[in-house]
């Protein structure tokens, strides 16, 4: 049987086959599928492919927002994750959720990364601003940053 003779199932097939891999947003599954379109299939069908995934649960802003958090928070700070999560296409409301589920582990998170990247005291002010402006591309916020770079000249010392 041709591919052409099945339009909508094998979109549907594609849709599933994708999510088993891992999980995605809408927004980026649609780019996908239609990226896939046979000649002669109405684009209208992936709208409705997507339709069908998410009845069936199958497809969840939800569970993606959750899984890149879950993954990208040892890195990165609630910034990066949110903007990363709006450019995918994720609500603002689910992304801050996801955000909200984290709790209060951002300073430790970017104690961690900083850790990990210097573990050593800036020595004078350009060090300093160095390792700020890291910090601040992982999206951590500026208060973090602050509290990071005081700490670690502070009582917090891995001796």
Known sequence: MNRRERPA???????????ARREHSRDELARKLLRRLEAGQDPGEVEAVLDELQRRDLLSERRYA???????????????????????????????????ALGDSELQRARAV????FGAVPTDLQERARQARFLERRGFSAAVIRRVLAGVSGSETED
């Open 9 to 19: 199932g094998s979109l549907l097939q594609r849709a599933v086959a994708l999510l």
């Open 66 to 100: 959750d899984a890149v958090v879950r993954t990208r928070a040892a890195r990165y700070g609630n910034a990066r994750l949110a903007q990363d999560l709006k450019a995918r296409g994720v609500p603002a409301d689910t992304t801050t959720s996801a955000l909200a």
């Open 114 to 117: 900083w850790t990990r990247r």
